[in-house]
Each structure stands twice: as structure tokens, then as C-alpha cells.
């Protein structure tokens, strides 16, 4: 498929802002799962896979 | 804890809230304040997390699933009166997408068969060139991804990149443009070997 230049380059700047929203998503992930304020947090979850 | 005259709880804003309710002056991703969306995913997470768990998949299953949600609602950019229950709506469907044996198991509720996924990009960009302009071009990209991606107003993205003014951020917007048609221009003469 032949793209334009100007297609490509939105579509290089929509992928670069959804890197970097998955990476803040990652982040608050992570902090959720680790923060010992957050423990009842990590618990619930899991417990729902076991 | 908040109440209303009744003593009533008062739900969290950002299940709620939509652009219209939000300050100018508020970092917004898709018109949601990026400080919200903590406190959206810890009220949100556990009700997907919970139907993945209920359909054998693991905690694994339940981030990547919620993370791909999340992104297809920010990215659709619309006003709706519940977001955790438009969130769970997505990822039932993202869910009946990549395991479509589970239909049977599966049932969307009038409301959650009006959500609509889109197909994966029409343009998706090759890995290597991909890689070759976010490293060349991250300042413009950063500044571009706030104007188009987050849709952030230009009084907000002049605050957080220091420019004078919103007209200022305007221009520097369409000099990186530029800048990166060039740098994705030299990077390939033809522009076929792009796509994947």
C-alpha cells in the first residue's frame, strides 16, 4: 500500500503518542503493584486469579 | 469524603467528567486530565480484571487487555456518562477479537454492542524507520504528539514547552512537521518500503 508523506508522518506521530501513553500506563501499573499503601489493591487482584 | 446535602457519596469525577468539565489550564490526554488517570485505573482495573480472571485469562491477560482499552478510549475522544463501564465495553470486545471461541461465554449488553473497536492503522509505520525518526526527530515528535495525539490546547502545550505564547507553540508545531516530512523523506526514497 502506497502511503503519503503526510499520512506517514501522522502516522509516526500517533504511534509515538501511544508509546508514550502505554509506557505512563505501564507506570501506573507498576506503582499500583509495588507501593505497600496499595497492598489490598495487589491482593484483590490476585486473588481474583487464583 | 465528600457528600452532597443528602450525605450521599459522591462518585469520582473521572468517571464522569468529560472535556467540557475540565480547567484549560489541566494537562489533558484526549481531554482527561493526566492526573485523573491514576485514580481511573485503580477504580477501573479491577472490574476488567475481574471478568478476564472469570474467563480463564491471567493478571497478564487482565493489564494488557485494560491497557489496549484504555488507549482505544482515550484515542476516540468522546464524551460519555459512564468511562469505567465504556472501558468494560471495550474490553469485551477486545477480548471476544482475540479469543473468538468465547462468544458463547461472552454477552455485551445493549450498550456495550454500540461501542464500536476500530480496525487495526491503515498506515502502520515499518519498525526501522519508525525507530530512525522517534530517535532523530523525539524534541518535534513530543511537542506534535501533544498537539495531535493528546489534542491538548495550544495555551497548554506553550506552558509545558515554554514558548511565549500559544501562537508560538502554533508555529513551532508546523516547523516540526516539516521537519519530520524531511527527516522521514531522507530516511527512504521510497516511500512503498514505509509500510509493512
Known amino acids: ?50 | 469524603m465528600g457528600g452532597t446535602g443528602d450525605n450521599l457519596p459522591v462518585p469520582p469525577t473521572y468517571l464522569y467528567m468529560n472535556a467540557t468539565t475540565l480547567s484549560a489550564s489541566v494537562v489533558e490526554i484526549q481531554g482527561f486530565a493526566t492526573e485523573d488517570i491514576p485514580g481511573l485505573y485503580e477504580e477501573t482495573f479491577p472490574v476488567v480484571a475481574a471478568f478476564v480472571a472469570k474467563m480463564g485469562g491471567s493478571p497478564d491477560d487482565a493489564k494488557d487487555i485494560f491497557h489496549d482499552a484504555l488507549i482505544i478510549f482515550f484515542e476516540k475522544d468522546i464524551r460519555v456518562e459512564n468511562v469505567a463501564a465504556y472501558i468494560m465495553g471495550i474490553a469485551k470486545h477486545l477480548w471476544l477479537r482475540k479469543y473468538q471461541d468465547d462468544k458463547h461465554r461472552v454477552s455485551l449488553d445493549d450498550f456495550e454492542r454500540t461501542i464500536a473497536i476500530p480496525e487495526d492503522e491503515h498506515f502502520p509505520v515499518a519498525a526501522r524507520l519508525y525507530r530512525l525518526i522517534s530517535t532523530a526527530g523525539k524534541v518535534c515528535l513530543d511537542l506534535l504528539q501533544a498537539f495531535y495525539y493528546e489534542k491538548r490546547s495550544a495555551e497548554s502545550i506553550a506552558s509545558e514547552f515554554h514558548y511565549s505564547d500559544a501562537h508560538s507553540a502554533s508555529v513551532q508545531k508546523h516547523k516540526c512537521l516539516q521537519k519530520i516530512r524531511t527527516l522521514v523523506k531522507e530516511k527512504s526514497m521510497d516511500y512503498e518500503s514505509f509500510v509493512e
Not at chain 1, 7 to 22: D, N, P
Open chain 1, 1 to 50: 500500500m502506497k502511503a503519503s508523506l503526510n499520512e506517514i508522518t501522522h502516522a509516526i506521530v500517533k504511534q509515538y503518542g501511544r508509546r508514550k501513553l502505554r509506557i505512563r500506563l505501564e507506570s501506573i501499573h507498576h506503582q499500583l503493584f509495588t507501593d505497600p499503601g496499595k497492598i489490598s489493591f495487589k491482593e484483590k487482584i490476585l486473588r481474583m486469579f487464583q
